[in-house]
């Protein structure tokens, strides 16, 4: 009996103690393959973060890359547009005109009709050297490519020349209102807005020349001069249609001045003595009667005064006795006030000091 | 005796047993906060690997928005400075010419020389609605104001006008190489590269006009065509320097043609029949004769000749008797060889189709 309880507990306990051991070794194995599983996330973790960092960099230099170059991009859109540029050649004004004429009224319509009408062509010393005027003097007369700079719709044309509302027909002053197709026509209001002109060359001093009997406006932007040549310029037989003539400017009867315009023409004096491209008073008064030879007011003027004076114009001055409209005329920055009489005798009231 | 081991196994039983369900409850303890941790290591990959995915995505973007940005700044960068379109006037040509000249080399040095040069001159109708040439006809001349577009130096000169190389003196072949102010002269090369030519208007269709006399090469832009006013235009007495003269333009003694011209030229018009200015080869020869009637070699090739034929130019071609030098000339896309003897005597030797 003592045999068997010993022999049964005998078993017991090495299966027991097998057990422990084989619990053990295998838990340990477990916990052994775990600590290789947990390492590798360890490292897998670590080179997402790596690269998550190198990903968030890469992005920063991107993004600023991109706010860089669209802010430079506005910038150059606000340029004008490319299909313009394309089709378009930028012209650089190389010359101002100084111009005894401050307003576009009173400037006369065609060129040498006004002798003393005198202008200096001042250029721009950046784009011309003094030395290509050499030899210019030696002209008589010379041309001189502008641009009409006082058309109220230049913006437009610039813009976009295509859909500027360019009138294809214009009233002639000669045919009292009848249309002429604008080529046919020195119109200012061309697709071009560039104006031929000739002048007497008076003299070349430094950068500018000393033109006389322009009909050029103050302030008037100069693309080229070139010297007039007679054997080319000037065409024998040169033939116009029947209702273009020289007699479309009016001459009036005559040029009288008040004993009011001396006065105040010597009081204004001294105000533009210094700028002036005129002498003396007494030149400048030459001038006026040289401008005032010519019936200068619009085709509207003139009509209006016909229409006995109908008062559209309520800020329209009158002369004392009531009957002719008191006209202005502004040469260099001096407001000249004359009147026309019935008979077409100019009779000068006044000068006061205005400039622009 | 018996009780003794009994009670020691038991022990030892007891003690294996404890060990066991130790050893299985400590692992799995330790399972069990593994399995913890485990589940927060992948959730942590998962989300860094998401976030990962983000971050290559809004990388993509930005560096596609980048690129985008870029190329749009190039495109407008392409263009003119802004403060070029502040000083300067975009002129937009409003017509081309269509010239019997085909290259400049023969194109008559001034208007009017050349009764037969014929060209068209074709208005943009998107510019220019053909309404605005009425009236036109009726005038004998129009000057046309256009660009001296072959200027090799056109590029620099938009670019950035006062850093263009303007020289200020020009060569002038009636002076044999002495130099005058470029204004002082016709010269194509100007700070604004402006022309001014006259022309026959010959008649007006639609939206072109067919001149005649001119002196302008095949694909001129047009800026502006104005009627000829003589009483503004041709100027009484203007006189010029004692060094401009007419007779700066070489008249040769006479202008005969071979038999070979014939037969090649009979054989050479169809290909230029239906488009030419001109209505038959006999009309052409006419022209061909007017051209070459006026010695239109350079300065350089005139002294050449001078100097004994010095063979600078290897492919210079000379005539069969290896004296005279061949010349060719482009007129209406053809060929036209000639040569001109020690008597200045032109000879047109052949003409060959060659279209630009």
């Known amino acids: 009996m003592a045999n068997y309880t010993e022999t049964s507990y005998s078993k017991w306990l090495t299966l027991s103690i097998t057990l422990t051991l084989a619990t053990i070794s295998a838990s340990a194995a477990y916990m052994w393959s775990k600590r290789r599983e947990e390492n590798l996330n360890q490292k897998l973790i670590k080179e997402l973060q790596k690269s998550l960092e190198e990903s968030f960099k890469k992005c920063a230099a991107e993004r600023k890359g991109r706010i860089r170059a669209q802010q430079d991009l506005r910038k150059a859109m606000t340029q004008p547009k490319t299909d313009k540029m394309v089709t378009s ?9 100084r111009s005894c004429f401050s307003t576009r009224n009173g400037t006369p319509r065609q060129p040498l009709i006004v002798p003393l009408a005198r202008a200096c062509l001042m250029f721009d010393t950046t784009l011309v050297p003094p ?3 050499e030899g210019l003097e030696e002209y008589s007369h010379c041309w001189i490519i502008y641009v009409f700079h006082l058309n109220t719709d230049l913006d437009k044309l610039w813009k976009n020349p295509s859909r500027s509302k360019l009138k294809a027909k214009v009233r002639v002053p ?4 009848e249309k002429m197709g604008l080529f046919a026509t020195r119109s200012p209001h061309r697709p071009c807005p560039i104006g031929l002109t000739v002048a007497k060359v008076e003299s070349v001093q430094g950068n500018s020349i000393l033109l006389s009997g322009v009909d050029l406006v103050d302030g008037t932007p100069v693309l080229d001069v070139k010297p007039y040549l007679p054997y080319c310029d000037s065409i024998e037989g040169a033939t116009v249609p029947h209702w273009v003539k020289m ?3 009016l ?3 005559s040029v009288e001045f008040s004993e009011d315009f001396i006065a105040t023409l010597t009081e204004c004096w001294p105000a533009i003595d210094k700028k002036s491209l005129y002498t003396s008073p007494e030149e400048f008064q030459i001038l006026i ?3 005032l030879s010519w019936d200068i007011r619009s085709l509207s003027q003139r009509t209006q005064v016909k229409e006995n004076c109908v008062r559209t114009e309520t800020e329209q001055a009158y002369s004392k006795e009531g009957r002719d409209i008191i006209y202005h005329l502004n040469l260099e920055g001096l407001d000249v006030a004359y009147r026309i009489t019935s008979n077409s005798n100019v009779i000068v009231e006044s000068v006061t000091f205005s400039p622009k």
């Open 89 to 97: 050649y930028p012209m650089a004004p190389i010359a101002i005109i």
């Open 131 to 133: 030395a290509s005027l």
């Open 174 to 177: 000669r045919l009292k209102g």
């Open 247 to 249: 007699d479309d400017l």
């Open 251 to 253: 001459v009036v009867a």
């Open 289 to 291: 009667k040289q401008v």
